[in-house]
Antibody, heavy 119, light 108 residues
Framework: EVQLVESGGGLVKPGGSLRLSCAAS????????MNWVRQAPGKGLEWVSS????????KYADSVKGLFTISRDNAKDSLYLQMNSLRAEDTAVYYC????????????WGQGTLVTVSS | EIVMTQSPATLSVSPGERATLSCRAS??????LAWYQQKPGQAPRLLIF???TRATGIPARFSGSGSGTEFTLTISSLQSEDFAVYYC??????????FGGGTKVEIK
């Protein structure tokens, strides 16, 4: 069974940093592109970042470019999101999601981890 | 950036009725479009990819159509478990990937 389990969320002050992790199981992690998607309270879905299976291709939303860094460790079946200089508008539930084999949508999602940026 | 516009924002439907949700792209995304369902407190679930292909385990009452800039998700006969928020997503251009604002399907 495919499972994605996020961790690392919590309360952080503006300007602070946080590192999210996503532990994958039930599939060959190194074969799939992975993604982070966030959802602010009561709002819609916002794509944050994507990383290819070998980390050779990385993309960011303009809203986080230069502030967030996506990475992965295929030996540990894990995806990461390093978030620096956090702002109130970064408050959201952060989901990791697997891109389907044909990059046709995100076929598996984690349960999400809540990041709250507040003083 | 490709802007995805969903309509209506809220759709009130009685159980057993048909629901038709629309998604429009600001420029052609060919057939590179997915639909997701999200229930309160849950992660999104992939329903449809490539505009019209049902994902694994998705009931046949869900169908997708369209290409280019106009897309439709149809739920042929609404069940109680179908009341949720639905999002479209284009993946024709990954810089950036974009979602629509969502359509909430509520009980009439």
């Amino acid at each position: 069974e495919v499972q994605l389990v996020e961790s690392g969320g919590g309360l952080v002050k503006p300007g602070g940093s946080l590192r999210l992790s996503c532990a994958a199981s039930g599939f060959t992690f190194s074969n799939y592109n992975m993604n982070w998607v966030r959802q602010a309270p009561g709002k819609g879905l916002e794509w944050v970042s994507s990383i290819s299976s070998s980390s050779s291709y990385i993309k960011y939303a303009d809203s986080v470019k230069g502030l967030f860094t996506i990475s992965r460790d295929n030996a540990k079946d894990s995806l990461y999101l390093q978030m620096n200089s956090l702002r109130a508008e970064d408050t959201a539930v952060y989901y990791c999601a697997r891109a389907s084999g044909g990059n046709s949508g995100f076929d598996y999602w984690g349960q999400g981890t809540l990041v709250t940026v507040s003083s | 950036e490709i802007v995805m516009t969903q309509s209506p924002a809220t759709l009130s439907v009685s159980p057993g009725e048909r629901a038709t949700l629309s998604c429009r792209a600001s420029q052609s995304v060919r057939s590179n479009l997915a639909w997701y369902q999200q229930k309160p407190g849950q992660a999104p679930r992939l329903l449809i990819f490539d505009a019209s292909t049902r994902a694994t385990g998705i009931p046949a009452r869900f169908s997708g159509s369209g290409s280019g800039t106009e897309f439709t998700l149809t739920i042929s006969s609404l069940q109680s478990e179908d009341f949720a928020v639905y999002y479209c997503q284009q993946y024709n251009n990954w810089s950036p990937l974009t979602f629509g604002g969502g359509t909430k399907v509520e009980i009439k």
